[in-house]
């Protein structure tokens, strides 16, 4: 899977962020952004780049952060 895979999880409640940004991992993305709202996002999101050996980094605006998840 080549480019980066962009997923809005906006609205939606964990664990399905964490779960679409995990399918989309196992799909063989290297590069996933994430737009999230949930509260519990940004320690479950980090928890699955964790066990796929990938980094996360935060990028916030004023209402709603994007993740970008790389894989090492």
Known sequence: ?????RIDARGMKCP???MRL???LRAG???VEVIADDPQAPA??????????????VVSD?????FIVTCR
Do not use: K, Y
Request: net charge neutral.
């Open 62 to 66: 004023a209402l709603i952060p994007t």
């Open 16 to 18: 399905w962020p964490v």
């Open 44 to 57: 479950e999101l980090g928890s699955a780049a964790d066990a796929f050996n990938a980094t996360i980094h």
């Open 29 to 31: 993305a290297r590069i």
């Open 22 to 24: 995990s399918r989309a």
């Open 1 to 5: 899977m080549s480019g980066v895979v």
